[in-house]
């Protein structure tokens, strides 16, 4: 197997990440049939992505090569642009602009004669507007980080060979609003909120406690007091418990 390569600059040590749940590999990889799938891993963990690596790489058991790494924008669309593999795991949440603009910017990639790059996100969020905006942005399916090795890798294959995947519950988000002739509504408290608030917010409106939101989303306990400080002065308000209810009124939780 290649060693993985990754453009210039590290991702930030701070806030690690751990692997994804899986079986081990020899369980995760029998029978894949000689299939081969040469993927990219895109997130700005890196221990996220040594897990990643670490748990669905195997090439021998899984048929799955990785041929690449990026922590941001700039480095997903070198490294993808450089080695078009056929599937790219792309986090939502990406310095640089996020999974959309790496989307954006590979979109050429997509459509070109050549083997088309396809794109699985892979995130911790499960939030309804992270799945539809992937998805709008030409991402072919959405699984979360709970998601164990072995089907991470059929996920992969599945994409590779032109099929939508999702995890539980996620689908009916992008048949809803897929379904729908109208245009979400414009919330512009809601707008005022960065991606990670908004991750933050939900996990407090559904009753996480400080260390638990620190955990889900391997960030320090003192980073979740900044953004639960940040989201009550955007949105004018005094405590969790107003927070909740304003989360809940939004159909955010």
């Not at 079986?23 to 963990?45: F, I, K, M, Q, Y």
């Not at 195997?58 to 700039?74: H, N, Y």
Request: contains cysteine.
């Amino acid at each position: 197997m290649s060693d993985p390569t990754e453009a210039n600059g590290t991702a930030g040590a701070a806030e690690a990440a751990g692997p994804v749940e899986a079986a081990g590999p020899a369980e995760s990889g029998g029978g894949t049939g000689g299939r081969r799938v040469r993927v990219v891993l895109v997130d700005d963990h890196r221990m996220f992505r040594t897990g990643v690596q670490a748990e669905i790489g195997q090439t021998e058991q899984t048929g799955v090569e990785v041929v690449g790494e990026a922590a941001d924008v700039d480095q997903a669309v070198t490294v993808i642009t450089a080695t078009r593999p056929e599937v790219v795991l792309l986090d939502v949440h990406l310095p640089g602009g996020g999974g959309v603009e790496v989307l954006r910017r590979c979109a050429p990639l997509m459509t070109g004669p050549e083997q088309p790059v396809r794109f699985l996100a892979l995130s911790v969020s499960d939030a309804a507007e992270d799945v539809i905006g992937v998805i709008r942005g030409g991402a072919r399916g959405y699984v979360t980080k709970t998601i164990t090795g072995t089907d991470l890798v059929d996920s992969v294959f599945r994409v590779q060979e032109g099929d939508a995947v999702f995890s539980p519950r996620l689908a009916g988000f992008v048949l809803d609003a897929f379904a729908s002739t109208d245009a979400p509504p414009v919330d512009e408290d809601l707008d005022r909120l960065t991606q990670r608030e908004r991750e933050v917010l939900r996990l407090i409106a559904r009753g996480y406690a400080y260390k638990e939101i620190a955990k889900q989303l391997f960030i320090s306990v003192k980073t979740v007091e900044s953004h639960v400080s940040a989201v009550l002065r955007k949105l004018q308000l005094s405590n969790r418990h107003e927070l909740t209810r304003w989360a809940t009124a939004r159909r955010l939780v």
